[in-house]
């Protein structure tokens, strides 16, 4: 019965966000832009909203529905159903006392290869979930400070991060899909107006120039917003980790972490598949806009004030 809560949770949500934005459109087009002498009303098109919230959603929640079966295609990654070692056994425990702890289903948990001490979890739900750690992450933390980063990701289920960045995504890739087709179909008929007077056929090449270029500066105004909110939400399982095992622990995590890419002169690239999920990121220069992850002085400075 979960999933059938879930379901209608989400119809509902979809169905809110639809009349939302239908009437902000209607009130924008209607009333406000009229009353600066800017006449859209023949143009607006309410069929192309209700398409972008089909393409914008639609992408976006498939995503995270497989999102368990496309990390795990990703990564030379081994689950651990029955622990054979110590640290199995540490990695398997953390996470089954923390589920129990809080009344959730068991994620999945993982093990994939990788040197640069790493983490995530993903999975459509709180109870239906994975979470993997990477074979560095093993290699370059103490038993306490591998707990404190399963806690972490724990943190990010039971928040339901995955759910609420894959609302936040659909919502900015609808409104990057409708804004591009809305104002490149403006443009291209106008160009055609004044062109030959009384024509309506409108210019093809110039509608789809600037649906291009709209396109590739609204992806990217889009890709600011959800990479803030990725970096908020690290500050929260920073905190619900530091409410487990404690805050030393955590603390001790991430500057293990800050000291094996000091060592090795290696930063985790955003443009990695699972930059958003993993529990630690590159965040230097302009691209500090677009990184998932907030610096890790920032991290323990808010994680020493708890």
Same mark, same amino acid.
Request: proline share 7%; charged share 5%.
């Given at each position: 019965?979960?999933?059938l809560k879930g379901i209608g949770l989400f119809l509902i949500a979809n169905f809110l966000i639809y009349l939302t934005l239908s009437f902000t459109a209607n009130l924008l087009i209607n009333s406000v832009l009229p009353a600066f002498g800017i006449d859209v009303r023949g143009v607006f098109n309410q069929q192309l909203l209700v398409w972008s919230l089909v393409i914008?959603?639609?992408?976006a929640f498939i995503s995270l529905a497989f999102s368990k079966q496309m990390a795990r295609a990703m990564l030379d990654c081994e689950q651990i159903t &029955?622990?054979?070692s110590q640290a199995e056994h540490v990695i398997y425990g953390s996470v089954q006392e923390i589920a129990q702890r809080l009344g959730i289903t068991m994620p999945e948990v993982w093990v994939y290869n990788s040197p640069d001490p790493n983490a995530f979890a993903?999975?459509?739900s709180k109870n239906?979930?994975? #979470?993997?750690?990477?074979t560095g992450l093993l290699q370059n933390l103490n038993e306490n400070e591998v707990k404190a980063v399963l806690a972490h990701e724990m943190g990010h289920v039971y928040n339901g991060d995955m759910f609420t960045t894959t609302v936040l995504a659909g919502l900015m890739n609808t409104f990057v899909f409708y804004i591009s087709n809305f104002l490149s179909s403006m443009v291209g008929q106008s160009s055609g107006q004044d062109r030959e007077e009384g024509s309506s056929a409108g210019n093809p090449i110039l509608a789809f120039v600037v649906?291009? #270029?709209? &396109? #590739?500066?609204l992806s990217f105004l889009a890709m600011i917003v #959800?990479?803030?909110h990725s970096r908020r939400r690290e500050f929260a399982a920073d905190a619900f980790s530091a409410k487990v095992y404690g805050k030393e622990s955590m603390i001790g995590a991430l500057r293990g972490i800050d000291r094996w890419v000091s060592r090795t002169q290696f930063q985790p690239s955003n443009q990695d598949a699972l930059a958003t999920m993993k529990i630690s990121g590159s965040t230097s220069g302009f691209m500090h806009l677009l990184a998932t992850h907030p610096p890790i002085e920032e991290r323990v400075a808010a994680l020493e004030q708890l």
């Open positions: 019965m979960k999933w914008g959603f639609g992408g &029955q622990p054979r993903t999975g459509p239906n979930s994975m #979470v993997a750690v990477s649906y291009i #270029v709209l &396109q #590739v500066v #959800v990479s803030w």
